[in-house]
């Protein structure tokens, strides 16, 4: 266990980086977790993930806005998932930008709706921006504090590894079902 925090130490700044892009949030909670065990720096690391999670958003917008044609081909099977962000945008106006940050499943879908609209992009990169530090602070900074209980759930999880794959298929489960809730036809 003690080669994979060193890997993940040489190599986290990078890995918090790329998974950071796409909006994962387990990336920053692992290097607040090795922050609290002294292998990386706290601070470089929130600055990372905060980076790399606003990049990512204006990544997204940028595509859906400019390559119109390129992005809704890809997104052919998702127009069910479009329209639930399209509602929750005008349901929460722009405060969707900052809340879509920590909840999975519509974190990428956001950014990409509101690229295909004439939404302002000086609005929304300063929800974005919010949002990001936001995201970045919170779950850098929870996952730091609880390091300690974190840690005895991973030596946990290790003595006993048919937990993982139950805790996956729970969250799986109830991830899809809300998905399927949220974006199935509503009955007249």
Known sequence: MED??????????????????????????????????????????????????????????????????????????????LALAHLLLKKHDSWIIVVQKFIYGIKTIIPITIGLTKYDFKKFAFFN?????LWALVFGFGSYYSGGFLVKMAESVAERPWIAPIILVVFGTTLWTYMNYATKKKQK
């Open 4 to 81: 994979t925090f060193s890997n993940l130490a040489t190599y986290g700044y990078i890995g918090l980086f790329l998974y950071s892009l796409g909006g994962g949030f387990v990336a920053i909670v692992a290097a607040g977790v090795l922050s609290y065990m002294g292998k990386m720096d706290l601070g470089l690391s929130i600055f990372i993930a905060f980076t790399a999670n606003a990049m990512g958003s204006f990544l997204l917008f940028y595509m859906a806005r400019y390559q119109k044609g390129m992005m809704m081909e890809g997104l052919r099977k998702h127009r069910r998932k």
């Open 129 to 133: 921006i919010f949002g990001a530090a």
